[in-house]
């Protein structure tokens, strides 16, 4: 698979069917055009100067309704009654954060510290925030969500995946997977972050609990199922009875795989079809080859090795592999505290041997086909008109200047949101 295609086209959201995007169609009057675009990312290598990206300089949006129904050059625009002037700025589409953990309380500033002064970070630290979440009430729970989701969409996410995995006991996973449906359809399953405290003597209890009863609450509140595969965690055999169990349930596979050591996580995920697997830093051509071969996406999340000083997973060898790759955040209050998709596209330029063209692409069309999406992530007539003006002239200035809030207005499914 190429690392910068369109992603298996398996959504359950296709877009809408559309006449050409430079064909000079009519629209109605009502729509909104978006002009004076100085380059405007399409994602669609049809368009403009064929590169992946797509780029149109000088461009125009037409949105109708929550849709992209027009792109081309500004000179060429439908009329439209309602017009607003770029400025000579940048538009890209709306970031797509495949992977976070936003359903948690209190936080580990103490961890961090802790860590910033020379301890190394281990998965056993989820077990604070499992004491936090399940003391909260759903009010409290619902308020962190809500104030995650509003930080991340000033910067520019407008579609986002994530996950339960604070709870580990039945009704705390359900809770949380009710809380995250009514913000988003990108709900993930994740009883399985580790074995429960509750459980600590009886981790095949925990798996059966995980596979059984808390499935059947969960499941009908989610589309994905996740298991963490790692030393501390989950082996093997175990994430692949929970994912073959959750698969049964019509729940589709995703697994955090190979963050903190080399491991089976990669190739499970790709002999599962899971949809990504996530982390993927300590890699043996083995997995290298695996991934390029199948439908499963990489999702790097740089956030995480900032975060805790470990090493960076090495973009640059998937990408000339052949592998689709994404980025997203991992926002989660342990290892990778931040909702900033343009903060990681900085890092994974700086630090893990992408391009401003491969980070921008991995973090909008990478991450939709992470989630199997097709209408999201990229800017073409019929896809969903998610849109992002940077306060400068190129996509490339989100790497440029890093650290800088460069996201002027955002609008999703096409009303202005930021």
């Given at each position: 698979m190429n690392s910068m295609n369109s992603g298996p086209d398996t959504t359950n959201n296709p877009p809408a069917t559309a006449a050409p995007a430079t064909a000079n169609n009519a629209v109605a009057a009502t729509a909104t055009a978006i002009t004076n675009i100085a380059s405007l990312v399409t994602n669609d290598p049809s368009l403009g100067d064929g590169s992946p990206l797509g780029l149109i300089q000088d461009a125009a949006v037409v949105i109708d309704g929550d849709r992209v129904v027009w792109i081309g050059e500004t000179s060429k625009a439908p009329a439209t009654d309602n017009r607003f002037d770029a400025g000579g700025r940048a538009v890209?589409?709306?970031?797509?954060?495949?992977?976070?953990?936003?359903?948690?309380?209190?936080?580990?500033?103490?961890?961090?510290?802790?860590?910033?002064?020379?301890?190394?970070?281990?998965?056993?630290?989820?077990?604070?925030?499992?004491?936090?979440?399940?003391?909260a009430t759903d009010e409290e729970l619902e308020a962190n969500?809500?104030?995650?989701?509003?930080?991340?969409?000033?910067q520019g996410t407008t579609t986002f995946e994530t996950k339960s995995g604070y709870g580990l006991t039945v009704e705390d996973e359900a809770?949380?997977?009710?809380?995250a449906a009514r913000h988003t359809d990108e709900v993930t399953y994740l009883g399985a972050h580790i074995v429960s405290p509750d459980h600590a003597d009886d981790p095949a209890g925990y798996v059966d609990l995980v596979t059984g009863e808390m499935l059947d609450a969960c499941a009908p509140h989610a589309r994905w199922i996740d298991v963490f595969c790692e030393k501390g965690a989950f082996d093997g055999d175990q994430a692949r009875e929970i994912l073959t169990a959750g698969?049964?349930?019509?729940?589709?596979?995703?697994?955090?795989?190979?963050?903190?050591?080399?491991?089976?996580?990669?190739?499970?995920?790709?002999?599962?079809?899971?949809?990504?697997?996530?982390?993927?830093?300590?890699?043996?051509?083995?997995?290298?080859?695996?991934?390029?071969?199948?439908?499963?996406?990489?999702?790097?999340l740089p956030g995480a090795e900032?975060?805790?000083?470990?090493?960076?997973?090495?973009?640059?060898?998937?990408?000339?592999?052949?592998?689709?790759?994404?980025?997203?955040?991992?926002?989660?209050?342990?290892?990778?505290?931040?909702?900033?998709?343009?903060?990681?596209?900085a890092l994974a330029v700086r630090d893990m041997g992408m391009t401003p063209d491969e980070a921008l692409w991995s973090a909008t069309a990478g991450g939709a086909a992470a989630l199997r999406r097709t209408d999201v992530?990229?800017?073409?007539?019929?896809?969903?008109?998610?849109?992002?003006?940077?306060?400068?002239?190129?996509?490339?200035?989100?790497?440029?200047?890093?650290?800088?809030?460069?996201?002027?207005?955002?609008?999703?499914?096409?009303?202005?949101?930021?």
């Open positions: 890209v589409p709306g970031f797509v954060d495949s992977h976070s953990h936003l359903v948690f309380a209190g936080d580990r500033t103490a961890e961090f510290n802790a860590r910033m002064s020379g301890q190394p970070y281990a998965a056993g630290g989820i077990r604070t925030t499992v004491a936090a979440t399940r003391a969500v809500t104030r995650y989701l509003r930080e991340a969409l000033r809770r949380a997977l009710r809380i698969k049964a349930r019509g729940l589709h596979p995703r697994i955090h795989a190979n963050q903190l050591s080399h491991g089976p996580g990669v190739r499970l995920a790709v002999e599962l079809d899971a949809a990504s697997a996530d982390h993927c830093t300590h890699l043996t051509q083995a997995d290298v080859d695996a991934l390029a071969s199948g439908n499963t996406v990489a999702t790097l900032f975060s805790t000083r470990a090493e960076w997973p090495d973009a640059r060898r998937l990408l000339d592999a052949g592998v689709t790759v994404a980025l997203s955040t991992d926002c989660n209050p342990g290892s990778s505290f931040t909702s900033s998709v343009p903060f990681c596209v992530g990229r800017l073409t007539p019929g896809a969903r008109a998610d849109l992002v003006l940077l306060d400068a002239p190129s996509h490339v200035h989100l790497a440029y200047r890093p650290g800088v809030p460069l996201v002027a207005a955002v609008w999703r499914r096409g009303e202005r949101v930021v």
